[in-house]
C-alpha cells in the first residue's frame, strides 16, 4: 500500500501539487483511487496523512544520518549501513531517535526522499531564492503609469543618503581586503583526510550467510577472499543476491 501511495505523491510532487502547508486537496483523491485500483484497500483522507507523518519522521531523521560521516544507505537491505558499532553508539548518544533505526527496514527510500528532500532543505515549508523573489513580487502592490504621466523622481536628500552608504560599504570592504594582504598569520594546517572505510568482520559475515547455497568450505573461502579487501566487498554488494555466489566463485 505505501509503494502505491508514495507512486501518486512523487507524481504529484514533480507536478507542483505539493503546497508549503500540505498538499492540495484532489491529491488525497487520486491516493484513495489509486490504492483501491491498485490493493484493493480503501483507505481516507486520515489514513493518509498517518502515513505521511510517518514517512516525514523517517526523512528526517535518516536524511540526518545520511549527511553524517560513517553512514550510507543500504539499497539491497532498504536500512541505514554504518561504518562501525563505535560510529553508531556515538551517533544515537547524542541523537535519541535514531535508536530504532540500527537495522529497521524503510522501504521505498528513494521515494520518501524524493518527496520531502526540498521540504527540510533549510527546515520545513522552506522556499527557494525564486519562490521568494515570485512571493514579494506578488505581494507588493504595483504602480502604473498612464502614457501623460512622467515617473516621479527621488528626493535628492534621499539619493544623497543612498549614494554615502555605498561609499560607505566600499570602503570598509576596500579596508578588509587590504589587511587581509598585509596579513603575516600563518594559514591554518588542512585538515587530515578521512580514515578509509573498514567494513567489520562480523558484518561481511551476516551478508555471506545471506547467499543461498553458500556453505562449508565454500563459504569460508568466499570469507577469506571478501575480507582481504574491502573493494571486493563493496563489489559484492553491488550485485544482486541471485548472482553473488557465482562471482565469488571467480574471484582468484
Known amino acids: 500500500m505505501d509503494t502505491a501511495l508514495l507512486s501518486?505523491?512523487?507524481?504529484?510532487?514533480?507536478?507542483?501539487?505539493?503546497?508549503q502547508n500540505g498538499w492540495k486537496p484532489h491529491v488525497y483523491n487520486a491516493c484513495i483511487k489509486h490504492v483501491k485500483e491498485t490493493c484493493?484497500?480503501?483507505?481516507?483522507?486520515?489514513?493518509?496523512?498517518a502515513r505521511?507523518?510517518?514517512?516525514?519522521?523517517?526523512?528526517?531523521?535518516?536524511n540526518k544520518m545520511l549527511s553524517q560521516s560513517g553512514f550510507g544507505w543500504d539499497w539491497d537491505n532498504n536500512m541505514v549501513s554504518v561504518d562501525s558499532d563505535e560510529v553508531w553508539a556515538r551517533y544515537v548518544e547524542a541523537n535519541k531517535d535514531a535508536a530504532p533505526y540500527r537495522h529497521k527496514e524503510v522501504k521505498n527510500w528513494q521515494a520518501i526522499s524524493t518527496?520531502?528532500?526540498?521540504?527540510?532543505?533549510?527546515?520545513?515549508?522552506?522556499?527557494?531564492?525564486?519562490?521568494?523573489a515570485q512571493v514579494g513580487s506578488s505581494s507588493v502592490p504595483q504602480v502604473v503609469l498612464e502614457d501623460?504621466?512622467?515617473?516621479?523622481?527621488?528626493?535628492?536628500?534621499k539619493k544623497q543618503r543612498t549614494a554615502d552608504a555605498i561609499m560607505s560599504?566600499?570602503?570598509?570592504l576596500r579596508m578588509t581586503f587590504e589587511e587581509a594582504l598585509n596579513s603575516t598569520a600563518p594559514l591554518p594546517p588542512p585538515p587530515p583526510p578521512p580514515a578509509p572505510k573498514v567494513t567489520p568482520s562480523s558484518e561481511i559475515l551476516v551478508e555471506l550467510k545471506k547467499i543461498p547455497?553458500?556453505?562449508?568450505?565454500?563459504?569460508?573461502?568466499?570469507?577469506?577472499?571478501?575480507?582481504?579487501?574491502?573493494?571486493?566487498?563493496?563489489?559484492?554488494?553491488?550485485?544482486?543476491?541471485e548472482l553473488r555466489k557465482a562471482w565469488l566463485m571467480t574471484l582468484p
Open 148 to 157: 501623460d504621466e512622467e515617473t516621479p523622481e527621488l528626493p535628492t536628500k
Open 8 to 19: 501518486v505523491l512523487v507524481d504529484h510532487h514533480n507536478r507542483g501539487d505539493h503546497a
Open 52 to 62: 505521511i507523518k510517518t514517512f516525514d519522521k523517517h526523512y528526517e531523521v535518516i
Open 169 to 172: 560599504m566600499v570602503g570598509e
Open 213 to 241: 547455497d553458500l556453505v562449508g568450505n565454500e563459504l569460508l573461502i568466499a570469507y577469506g577472499k571478501v575480507t582481504a579487501n574491502e573493494r571486493t566487498f563493496e563489489s559484492l554488494m553491488a550485485l544482486p543476491m
Open 40 to 49: 484493493n484497500i480503501v483507505i481516507n483522507k486520515d489514513k493518509i496523512v
Open 115 to 132: 518527496i520531502y528532500s526540498k521540504d527540510h532543505a533549510t527546515g520545513a515549508g522552506a522556499r527557494t531564492g525564486g519562490e521568494c
